[in-house]
């Protein structure tokens, strides 16, 4: 065993106040023989040691500001990468980490103010990998989820080289969630009298309480400044009047009442010139609600509270769906909450913003990897054996675990002392039967990372995709005349065949078709080309395998933006006569279906009836029959004329049917003017 693990385990003995031989006893006869093998039996133990103490630390007030707190989970960590194979030196820099570092007067070091990467490159040796901070990271609620734990990992060393997480950018992660964690507290508190909080509703942020930078809520044509809180329940505006706050508005996201929030553009005036809002509409409102977080450049603003706003709302509609109550619903709502204290801790310490599928709040990643779906079950089915009776029972750290889970979200929001549940009594000491045992990986743990493994494959996918996208109709409908190039190809010979004019190919075309269609053929052809499109996949497949796709080669048109502009005007001209053209089709029809002009509809309700004594006695074979020669002989030398004579005289006719009648009313002025 490593000089460095042996600390570790003394460390744990300490807090636990037993003896090493009674802590490892206790490993020996709980845990299955599966987590006892020679070859990780130290580094398994490590992580026994390692949850029994964290469990005992965690329950003690202001824990996260405690240095050596920090200090001991980060020894863990290093400790678990190498439980057997001892660096003295290494274990000796860690310990004195906290004396190298020059704090100001604020308390941080003096390595924060400059980049993380600078904090980085003080000592490469004292780094952790990844499969160290994934096991023994969630070993504490509040610090990680099991979920987004490699995100987490991910955003912590985004700056750092060689992708390894340096124990002082660990200590400030651990400070500014501290500092997030105390500002909520101190919010909640000043709050609860403006917003009228129900019981066991948190404050989880507020933005627009400084006077430069409001929040900017948009009902049509109408705007008002003002703060915007989020608590784990609703948003709150509160408009700004003269120097005071006006009562906050409350916009539910706990009840089913259809919900949309995604990202707007606003304006003044019901405008749509900035991509900086997010729209919140559901059936308690009667428009759509606009807040738009202003900023000089980006969006990151909005961003941040796009997230974290459809977080809070998936994760009721996670309990609504599962239907779950009392514990299992407040430890769903417990996680959401310290999920986006740490994605505020990350956003604040380092800058960091998640992308589509490194984003550190649970429910907005289970939305968006490839197989979330599969994630939110296996919680579901976990949240269904919560232990909600665990602290009514007596017993000590070290005893046998329970079969039950422990709503281990819950009890770090209570320790940290938000009352989200009164109902749930954690008084005591209870053993604390997690999301992360000793030796083992829970069927949570294996969803996620088997969701972790298809999303390298998407994100691949996706990337294409963006290198793919091109700006200008133009050359998007040029793209698309180059991959519909067989399609056309197929119709144009169609058109050619149709039109006779080699008519020995029309002949041989017209009397392979009807031969087709009498034998009853005509049914397998859509199975047949179905079957040659997977031949020519396979055939593909096995000679270009391992080939990489050729380019497909496009030579854009060369237009100008004024010639853009007037191929647009062009485009919509031509929409706008279509619509027209449909408008006056349905238009006539509808007066033909009323009888305006009864000569017509007379001959219409005669074609209909024989038409329905065609489908009823006639084979459906012969009816197609009878449409292709009508269509396809329509050119042919012997018909063309009487054709042409036949389509005259219909047309003639249509035109002669009048329109059905359109009045359109201007929508009245409710507003009474004012004297």
């Known amino acids: 065993m490593a000089i460095s693990l042996g600390k570790c385990v003394s460390c744990c003995c300490r807090i636990l106040r037993i003896p090493t031989e009674e802590l490892q006893h206790h490993f020996d006869t709980q845990l299955p023989e599966s987590v006892k093998e020679l070859l990780t039996y130290a580094r398994n133990f490590l992580e026994f040691c390692s949850y029994q103490a964290l469990h005992v630390v965690s329950s003690r007030p202001d824990y996260l500001s405690d240095k050596d707190f920090r200090h001991m989970t980060f020894d863990m960590m290093l400790a678990w990468e190498s439980p057997c194979v001892e660096n003295i030196e290494l274990h000796k820099e860690t310990a004195s980490s906290s004396n190298q570092q020059v704090e100001d007067e604020d308390g941080w070091s003096l390595f924060?103010?400059?980049?993380?990467?600078?904090?980085?490159?003080?000592?490469?040796?004292?780094?952790?990998?990844?499969?160290?901070?994934?096991?023994?990271?969630?070993?504490?609620?509040?610090?990680?989820?099991?979920?987004?734990?490699?995100?987490?990992?991910?955003?912590?060393?985004?700056t750092s080289g060689h992708h390894r997480l340096h124990f002082l950018v660990y200590d400030k992660y651990i400070r500014s969630l501290d500092k997030v964690i105390k500002a909520s507290k101190s919010t909640l508190a000043s709050s609860i009298g403006n917003l009228q909080l129900v019981e066991g509703e948190i404050i989880l942020d507020v933005d627009g309480t400084v006077p430069t930078q409001p929040v900017l809520k948009h009902i049509g044509r109408s705007m008002w400044p003002g703060r915007l809180s989020l608590t784990n329940s609703a948003l709150y505006f509160e408009s700004l009047g003269v120097g005071l706050y006006d009562k906050a508005v409350r916009y539910d996201l706990a009840t089913d009442m259809k919900q949309v929030i995604k990202p707007e553009l606003t304006g003044p005036l019901g405008t749509r010139l900035f991509d900086k809002a997010i729209m919140y509409k559901s059936m308690s409102v009667e428009e759509p609600v606009h807040l738009e977080f202003p900023e000089f450049k980006g969006n990151s603003r909005r961003d941040y509270w796009l997230d974290i706003c459809l977080e809070i709302l998936r994760a009721h509609r996670f309990i609504q769906k599962n239907n779950l109550k009392a514990i299992q619903k407040s430890e769903v709502l417990a996680r959401a909450i310290l999920g986006i204290w740490r994605y505020r801790a990350v956003r604040e310490a380092f800058h960091f913003f998640s992308s589509h599928y490194k984003t550190l709040l649970a429910f907005n990643l289970a939305e968006c990897l490839p197989?979330?779906?599969?994630?939110?079950?296996?919680?579901?089915?976990?949240?269904?054996?919560?232990?909600?009776?665990?602290?009514?029972?007596?017993?000590?750290?070290?005893?046998?675990?329970?079969?039950?889970?422990?709503?281990?979200?819950?009890?770090?929001?209570?320790?940290?002392?938000?009352?989200?549940?009164?109902?749930?009594?954690?008084?005591?000491?209870?053993?604390?039967?997690?999301?992360?045992?000793?030796?083992?990986?829970?069927?949570?743990?294996?969803?996620?990372?088997?969701?972790?493994?298809?999303?390298?494959?998407?994100?691949?996918?996706?990337?294409?995709?963006?290198?793919?996208?091109?700006?200008?109709?133009?050359?998007?409908?040029?793209?698309?005349?180059?991959?519909?190039?067989?399609?056309?190809?197929?119709?144009?010979?169609?058109?050619?065949?149709?039109?006779?004019?080699?008519?020995?190919?029309?002949?041989?075309?017209?009397?392979?078709?009807?031969?087709?269609?009498?034998?009853?053929?005509?049914?397998?052809?859509?199975?047949?080309?179905?079957?040659?499109?997977?031949?020519?996949?396979?055939?593909?497949?096995?000679?270009?395998?391992?080939?990489?796709?050729?380019?497909?080669?496009?030579?854009?048109?060369?237009?100008?933006?004024?010639?853009?502009?007037?191929?647009?005007?062009?485009?919509i001209t031509q929409v706008e006569a279509l619509l027209r053209a449909g408008n006056i089709i349905l238009l006539k029809i509808r007066a033909l279906l009323f009888a305006v002009l009864p000569q017509a509809s007379d001959k219409i309700v005669i074609l209909l009836v024989f038409m329905a004594a065609m489908f009823a006695f006639v084979p459906p074979r012969y009816i197609i029959l009878l449409v292709f020669l009508e269509a396809f002989t329509r050119e042919m030398p012997y018909r063309k004329e009487s054709s042409d004579k036949w389509v005259r005289r219909i047309r003639e006719w249509w035109i002669r049917i009048p329109a059905a009648p359109v009045q359109l009313i201007k929508p009245e002025d409710n507003k009474k003017k004012k004297s």
Request: hydrophobic fraction near 45%.
């Open 112 to 158: 924060y103010s400059s980049s993380t990467n600078m904090a980085v490159q003080v000592d490469d040796k004292k780094t952790v990998g990844p499969e160290a901070f994934a096991r023994i990271a969630p070993g504490c609620a509040a610090v990680a989820d099991i979920i987004t734990v490699h995100n987490l990992y991910d955003a912590l060393t985004s």
């Open 371 to 571: 197989g979330g779906d599969s994630i939110l079950k296996t919680l579901s089915s976990r949240l269904v054996i919560l232990n909600s009776s665990a602290s009514q029972h007596d017993v000590s750290p070290h005893s046998k675990r329970q079969a039950k889970l422990s709503p281990i979200s819950l009890i770090a929001l209570t320790q940290l002392g938000f009352i989200l549940q009164k109902e749930v009594n954690l008084d005591g000491e209870v053993i604390i039967v997690g999301e992360v045992c000793a030796g083992e990986i829970n069927p949570l743990q294996m969803a996620v990372k088997q969701s972790l493994l298809d999303t390298g494959r998407a994100e691949a996918a996706q990337a294409t995709v963006d290198q793919v996208k091109v700006d200008g109709i133009d050359t998007n409908v040029a793209i698309m005349k180059e991959l519909l190039f067989p399609v056309i190809e197929l119709a144009n010979c169609a058109q050619r065949l149709a039109s006779w004019e080699k008519p020995y190919k029309s002949t041989i075309f017209l009397v392979l078709t009807c031969f087709f269609v009498v034998r009853g053929w005509f049914s397998y052809v859509l199975p047949s080309v179905f079957v040659l499109v997977a031949v020519v996949m396979l055939w593909c497949r096995h000679f270009n395998k391992g080939k990489p796709l050729k380019p497909f080669r496009i030579t854009p048109p060369h237009n100008n933006a004024v010639e853009q502009l007037l191929t647009l005007q062009e485009a």
